[in-house]
């Protein structure tokens, strides 16, 4: 166990997207810390495969199906965690979804799914855990999995991206509210840069083959430039255990997206992309 995860010895990890990438990176190191771990899914079979690995090392797993997009099915989650570990000590609401097209040809239903999974999913997830949290008294941890692109602008991907600068103003209000309440809940952002995992292999497109052309890129780009699952964990828990509100994965990315951003927003800018990005898009 590494000294500066110390806090969470003995904890009860929850974590949604446990059955893939970040989130099973960030489940086998929660378990490496000596915690009890949830693992919150809804690809049941991989995620068993993680659940009987990380039992394997002697840890308590728990596995629950959980469609984050249902708020009842938080709500379940919340339950069943409570009566098996009982108080929770970190959650990380990290499921999340790509989902490829222009604005107006994705059909409704893909918007309603992809903004359920990953907006209303990480919304839900805090409203059903929090009250338990803060009834505990007990120092805890909630880190919502935002994106780089929370800090900037993507055409093609305007679902995820914008469902990712509301994962980014929701965790800045939660952390305030927490504050408010004196409660002892730390909050986080997880601004992942780039981390080689399915994302892209199981987004949703729409129609028009720029979509699967553009999807292939960003699975390419990850594939060849991402970190592993289990680095990204590396990086990311040490920082949420310390009770860091942003949470890098590629600080020195983040830092240029948010200065390129704040930069772009004091101008007064009209939206742009960078000239490079353009022709790798071929847009250029
Ligand atoms: N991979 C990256 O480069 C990157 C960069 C920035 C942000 N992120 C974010 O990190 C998080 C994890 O992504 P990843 O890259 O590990 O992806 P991944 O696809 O490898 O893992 C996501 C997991 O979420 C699960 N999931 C999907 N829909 C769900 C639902 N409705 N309910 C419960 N679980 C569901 C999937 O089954 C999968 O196991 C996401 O929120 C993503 O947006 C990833």
Redesign the pocket.
Known sequence: MSQDMAVFKGGVAVI??????????LARLAAKQGMRVVL????ME??ERVAQEIRAGGTDVLVVH????EPE?LDRLAAITHETFGDVTLLVN?????TLGYVWELPAALWEKTL???IN?VIHGVRAFAPGMLASGKRAWIAN?????GLGIMPIQTS?VLS?HAVLSFSECLYLEMQMKRAPIHVSA??????????F??SKTAEDPMNANHGQIMHNM?ASE?IS?DE?AERILPQIAAGKFWVS?HPEVTREFANNRASHLSNLADPALPAELLAGMGLG
């Open positions: 949604t997207g446990a059955g893939s990438g970040i989130g099973e990176g919150a899914d809804v690809a991989r995620t959980t469609d984050v997009a099915a990290n499921a999340g979804i790509e359920n999974i990953n999913g999995t935002s994106s780089i692109g995820y990712k997880i601004l992942p840069g780039p981390v080689a995992t399915r994302i292999e199981d990850l991402g699952g990204a994965t």
